[in-house]
T-cell receptor
Framework: GENVEQHPSTLSVQEGDSAVIKCTYS??????FPWYKQELGKGPQLIID?????GEKKDQRIAVTLNKTAKHFSLHITETQPEDSAVYFC???????????FGSGTKLNVKP | DSGVTQTPKHLITATGQRVTLRCSPR?????VYWYQQSLDQGLQFLIQ???????AKGNILERFSAQQFPDLHSELNLSSLELGDSALYFC?????????????FGNGTRLTVT
């Protein structure tokens, strides 16, 4: 099956700085890469996703890049704010079959 | 609010006992997924149901079982509970009609086995 590795496990940045979280996957058949944000006491919430036919996708301060050849994808958050503090999970899987394998999570702390 | 409802929010029980966790998917969603999240761990996929039928199985123990009912709500049954079963259990749902079907998670049930 798919194996998703996520780094770093914790990330601390100053408010206004950028944050980058990286994931690698093992199964070349994976074609869908969502990112989830989990705030304390809540379930993960989808924040952005990308399909394998796209190399980059941006939504305001959040962007995701995908390198299919190298089997890695990254989440970029610019101009971080304290409310960005949360645990972020990447996932990889097969879009049509809704099979997702999650990374181990990155705890992002944005210091005011 | 994702629209996925999980009950109860918290559950405390003793080893050896059996509990049932309940999930109501978003209106219109046909698929229900169950995930386990242990302390400081990622999300481990347990099982998926689609329109009442089991569709995929992950790392689900034999002591655990699930079902999806005709009204599409789902229950996860955990039996012969052990201390290591203490975790957050999340339910997610999706439309799952082959296109544009991201997962929407509920807020989880926190299970504590003492």
């Amino acid at each position: 099956g798919e194996n998703v590795e996520q780094h770093p496990s914790t990330l601390s940045v100053q408010e206004g700085d950028s944050a980058v979280i990286k994931c690698t996957y093992s199964d070349s058949a994976s074609n869908y890469f969502p990112w989830y944000k989990q705030e304390l006491g809540k379930g993960p919430q989808l924040i952005i996703d990308i399909r394998s036919n796209v190399g980059e996708k941006k939504d305001q301060r959040i962007a995701v890049t995908l390198n299919k050849t190298a089997k890695h994808f990254s989440l970029h958050i610019t101009e971080t704010q304290p409310e960005d503090s949360a645990v972020y999970f990447c996932a990889a899987g097969l879009y049509n079959f809704n099979k997702f394998y999650f990374g181990s999570g990155t705890k992002l702390n944005v210091k005011p | 609010d994702s629209g996925v409802t999980q009950t109860p929010k918290h559950l405390i029980t003793a080893t050896g006992q059996r509990v049932t966790l309940r999930c109501s998917p978003r209106s219109g969603d046909l698929s229900v997924y169950w995930y386990q999240q242990s302390l400081d761990q990622g999300l481990q996929f347990l099982i998926q149901y689609y329109n009442g039928e089991e569709r995929a199985k992950g790392n689900i123990l034999e002591r655990f079982s699930a079902q999806q009912f005709p009204d599409l709500h789902s229950e996860l049954n955990l039996s012969s509970l052990e201390l290591g079963d203490s975790a957050l259990y999340f339910c997610a749902s999706s439309v799952d009609r082959g296109d544009n079907s991201p997962l929407h998670f509920g807020n989880g049930t926190r299970l504590t086995v003492t």
